[in-house]
């Protein structure tokens, strides 16, 4: 073993008491360190945890009293900010959103949980992703408000009906479950992704919003809607329940019988 | 909307610039699709199923059948939808595939002159076929 400058401590010193009724996991990480590593590679840790804990809570653990260089993002870590989509177990989900308890085994089976970065995008560092690509198709699809004339004096107003049409949609929080759950994403790279047509189409059926051609002429071109092979891997993969495939399907059949 | 004077700045509404490609590659696929369960099924089913199955098949059975214009047409019928929509499937597999300009390029052509070149020899056999062929 060669000596690296990586540190095997935490960044918050000693392990705490392990409290009650705690279980030890595996917890399965793909690692990958620019500065050392050529190839990523698979790190394992023991460690106690509730079932009462979140992923996110291991993740945690193992950073602060295990391994201090362990990378990942959160920031709110109640699911509203969409920083910490992960690979967990194979399937995408926020770490703050996943409990111990749902992933333990039956019976006195040892649990793994293996997590890796999310697919499609380059990773910087452990699960730590460049969303950048991901925010280049959010950007694309314009995803604002596109009126034309004059601003009106009062309020733009619309009606319940009109606003349900798109309320599914406005749900999204970017965390880019979705999209990094799509096999077309995967292979390539050119694909807007569902994400990116969720937001697109969250102003397309706005009844307030003038934009919508220019929308669907992105969308139809040979990277946008049409790449989709309703395999449905968005719509499991989306932390706000977001009928994903079903958003896709309906800019397509705006496309198809251009009516929006 | 309203006349340019009134707000002189403001940005122009860009102009449509729409193309279907994609899209009409999308719904044949599905139109295709459904002609085709019914073509190759009913294919199927005549040439091995109805009355002998596979072995009534010989030179005079094919030269019998191709006399009939409505025959012929649901072989043609069925060797353009099959090919078209196969090789368009086989396109979308190598746009998803191809991690190379160049790579995808390639194959693109050869999926395609080998498209051509089928769906030609087939419609040229049909057409020109000769039930009084001799040795």
């Known amino acids: 073993m060669t000596a690296t400058a990586e540190t095997t401590t935490g960044s918050r010193g000693s392990q705490p008491p392990v409290p009650d009724g705690a279980v030890t996991v595996t917890v399965k990480i793909r690692r990958f360190n620019p500065e050392f590593?050529?190839?990523?590679?698979?790190?394992?840790?023991?460690?106690?945890?509730?079932?009462?804990?979140?992923?996110?809570?291991?993740?945690?653990?193992?950073?602060?009293?295990?391994?201090?260089?362990?990378?990942?993002?959160?920031?709110?870590?109640?699911?509203?900010?969409?920083s910490d989509a992960m690979r967990i177990n194979g399937v995408n989900?926020?770490?703050?959103?996943?409990?111990?308890?749902?992933?333990?085994?039956?019976?006195?089976?040892?649990?793994?949980?293996?997590i890796e970065p999310i697919k499609g995008l380059p990773v910087n560092k452990d699960l730590l992703v460049d969303m950048e690509p991901f925010f280049e198709a959010f950007r694309a699809v314009k995803p604002y408000l596109v009126t034309y004339g004059n601003e009106p004096t009062r309020e733009r107003i619309q009606s319940v009906a009109d606003r349900e049409r798109f309320d599914d949609t406005t749900k999204c929080i970017l965390c880019a479950c979705c999209t990094t759950s799509c096999p077309v994403y995967w292979t390539e790279g050119s694909y807007f992704g569902p994400a990116a047509i969720v937001n697109a189409h969250r102003?397309?059926?706005?009844?307030?919003?003038e934009g919508a051609e220019e929308r669907l002429d992105i969308l139809n071109d040979i990277?946008?809607?049409?790449?989709c092979r309703t395999t449905f891997n968005c719509t499991d993969a989306c932390p706000r329940g977001i009928q994903v495939t079903k958003a896709i399907q309906e800019v397509k059949r705006a496309l198809l019988f251009k009516r929006v | 909307m309203s006349l340019a004077?009134?707000?002189?700045?403001?940005?122009?509404?860009?102009?449509?610039?729409?193309?279907?490609?994609?899209?009409?590659?999308?719904?044949?696929?599905?139109?295709?699709?459904?002609?085709?369960?019914?073509?190759?099924?009913?294919?199927?089913?005549?040439?091995?199923i109805l009355d002998g199955g596979v072995h009534k098949i010989n030179f005079g059975f094919v030269a019998g059948r191709w006399a009939s214009p409505f025959w012929q047409f649901w072989d043609l019928a069925m060797l353009w939808?099959?090919?078209?929509?196969?090789?368009?499937?086989?396109?979308?597999?190598?746009?998803?595939?191809?991690?190379?300009?160049?790579?995808?390029?390639?194959?693109?052509?050869?999926?395609?002159?080998?498209?051509?070149?089928?769906?030609?020899?087939?419609?040229?056999?049909?057409?020109?076929?000769?039930?009084?062929?001799?040795?």
């Not at chain 1, 102003?203 to 919003?209: C, K």
């Not at chain 2, 102009?15 to 019914?38: I, K, P, Q, T």
């Not at chain 2, 190379?100 to 769906?119: A, C, E, G, H, N």
Request: glycine share 6%.
């Open chain 1, 37 to 82: 590593d050529d190839e990523p590679r698979w790190d394992s840790f023991d460690i106690p945890a509730l079932p009462s804990d979140r992923v996110l809570n291991l993740l945690h653990y193992i950073k602060w009293y295990v391994d201090g260089t362990l990378t990942f993002r959160r920031s709110c870590a109640h699911g509203i900010c969409g």
């Open chain 1, 93 to 114: 989900r926020l770490a703050c959103k996943v409990l111990l308890k749902d992933l333990l085994e039956k019976g006195s089976k040892q649990t793994t949980i293996t």
């Open chain 1, 203 to 209: 102003f397309i059926f706005d009844s307030r919003d």
């Open chain 1, 223 to 227: 990277d946008g809607v049409w790449r």
């Open chain 2, 5 to 48: 004077l009134d707000k002189p700045r403001q940005p122009r509404r860009p102009a449509a610039r729409r193309s279907n490609g994609e899209l009409y590659s999308w719904l044949f696929m599905r139109l295709s699709g459904l002609l085709l369960v019914v073509l190759v099924l009913g294919h199927l089913f005549i040439m091995n």
């Open chain 2, 81 to 135: 939808l099959a090919q078209i929509h196969g090789g368009n499937g086989v396109r979308t597999v190598i746009n998803d595939y191809a991690r190379k300009d160049s790579t995808r390029f390639w194959l693109k052509m050869l999926l395609y002159v080998s498209m051509v070149l089928i769906v030609s020899l087939g419609t040229f056999v049909i057409f020109t076929f000769d039930p009084n062929i001799s040795n």
